[in-house]
C-alpha cells in the first residue's frame, strides 16, 4: 500500500508560482511512475502531467503550454510540481497518483492516489 502525501497549495494572485510536493511513503518509490490530476468544483478530474520512475519521461496536459513542470527525488520519494504564471482558471484541488513505472494522462490507470491540495488564484 502507498501512501501520498500532498501539500504546498495555496491562494496566491494571478502571474505568481506554487510549488507543490508529493510525499510517498509505504511502496518503493523509484518504481512507480507518478501523475498530477487537478479537478475544480462541478469538473471532471483533468491530467496535469506525469513523470516516469526514473524521471527521463514527462508528459502534460494540453492546457500547461510550458507554464508547469514535473519532477521527482527519488532519494526523497518525492515528486513535484512546480507551477508559474499561474491563472485563475488554474483555481482546483491538485492530486498526485501513483501507478507501476510509466506515468499516463489516463487517471483509471493510477493505483494510488493522495487526499489533494487546494490552489486557489486570485485575480
Known amino acids: 500500500q502507498v501512501l501520498l502525501v500532498e501539500s504546498g497549495g495555496g491562494l496566491v494572485q494571478a502571474g505568481n508560482s506554487l510549488r507543490l510536493s508529493c510525499a510517498a511513503s509505504?511502496?518503493?518509490?523509484?518504481?512507480?511512475?507518478m501523475g498530477w490530476f487537478r479537478q475544480a468544483p462541478g469538473k471532471e478530474r483533468e491530467f496535469v502531467g506525469a513523470?516516469?520512475?526514473?524521471?527521463?519521461?514527462?508528459d502534460y496536459g494540453d492546457f500547461v503550454k510550458g507554464r508547469f513542470t514535473i519532477s521527482r527525488d527519488n532519494a526523497k520519494n518525492t515528486v513535484y510540481l512546480q507551477m508559474n504564471s499561474l491563472k485563475p482558471e488554474d483555481t482546483a484541488v491538485y492530486y498526485c497518483?501513483?501507478?507501476?513505472?510509466?506515468?499516463?494522462?489516463?487517471?483509471?490507470?493510477?493505483?494510488?492516489w493522495g487526499q489533494g491540495t487546494q490552489v486557489t488564484v486570485s485575480s
Open positions: 497518483a501513483a501507478r507501476s513505472y510509466s506515468g499516463s494522462n489516463r487517471s483509471g490507470e493510477y493505483n494510488y
Open positions: 509505504g511502496g518503493t518509490f523509484r518504481r512507480y511512475g
Open positions: 513523470i516516469s520512475w526514473s524521471g527521463g519521461s514527462t
